[in-house]
C-alpha cells in the first residue's frame, strides 16, 4: 500500500510548526530536520532548516521551509477528531494562542496560517442522527459558533 503523507509549505517557520505541533498532540515527535546544502530559491540559504518531518499521533507530515511563494489556506486543513469538551477546548487553546485565528464552526488558523477543524464526535453523531428535525436543530447552532461548544449543541439538538 502507497503511505500519504502531507507535506506543507511553510516561509520559515517549518521548524517552530512542526515543535508546536508535537508539543500539542499526544505520540508526536520530531523524526528528522534537514538543511539546505547551497543557495536555493525562495530564500534557502545553506546551514538554515529546509525539511522537518514529524509525526502527530502516527500521522507522518513533512514541513518545507520554502520562502514566500505559497500560503497555507483554508482549502486544506487537519481534522482533530475529539471526545468531549476538555479535548475540543485544549486544542482550541493551544492551537490558537500566541496569534491564531478562530473561524466559524470548529474551524482555526494557527499562528504559522495552517487551518485545523476541532471536531467532537458528538457534533458528528448529532448533525448525522436520523432525527432529522434534531439534527437540523444542532447544525444550525453549529453555524453560529466559532469553538464548538457541545452543551448547546445538545440543547439545541434536544429543541431546548
Given amino acids: 500500500m502507497p503511505k500519504i503523507t502531507p507535506f506543507l509549505w511553510f516561509d520559515t517557520e517549518a521548524e517552530q ?5 508535537v508539543s ?3 505520540n508526536s515527535r520530531i523524526h528528522d530536520v534537514s538543511y539546505y546544502p547551497g543557495e536555493a530559491p525562495g530564500g534557502g ?5 529546509m525539511t522537518v518531518t ?3 499521533d502516527g500521522q507522518k507530515i513533512v514541513a518545507l521551509n520554502a520562502g514566500p511563494t505559497f500560503k497555507l489556506d483554508e482549502a486544506f486543513s487537519f481534522v482533530i477528531d475529539c471526545d468531549g469538551q476538555d479535548e475540543v477546548d485544549h486544542y482550541w487553546n493551544a492551537l490558537t494562542a500566541d496569534g ?3 473561524s466559524q464552526c470548529g474551524w482555526l488558523k494557527d499562528r504559522f496560517g495552517l487551518s485545523w477543524q476541532v471536531t467532537p464526535r458528538q457534533l458528528i453523531e448529532m448533525t448525522t442522527s436520523p432525527d432529522r428535525a434534531a ?3 444542532a447544525f444550525q447552532a453549529m453555524m453560529g ?3 464548538i461548544d457541545i452543551a448547546a449543541l445538545k440543547a439545541a439538538y434536544e429543541g431546548a
Fill in 17 to 21: 510548526a512542526a515543535n508546536l505541533y
Fill in 24 to 26: 500539542v498532540f499526544p
Fill in 45 to 49: 540559504k545553506p546551514g538554515k532548516v
Fill in 54 to 56: 514529524f509525526e502527530l
Fill in 100 to 102: 491564531g485565528a478562530e
Fill in 135 to 137: 439534527a437540523g436543530r
Fill in 145 to 147: 459558533m466559532k469553538k
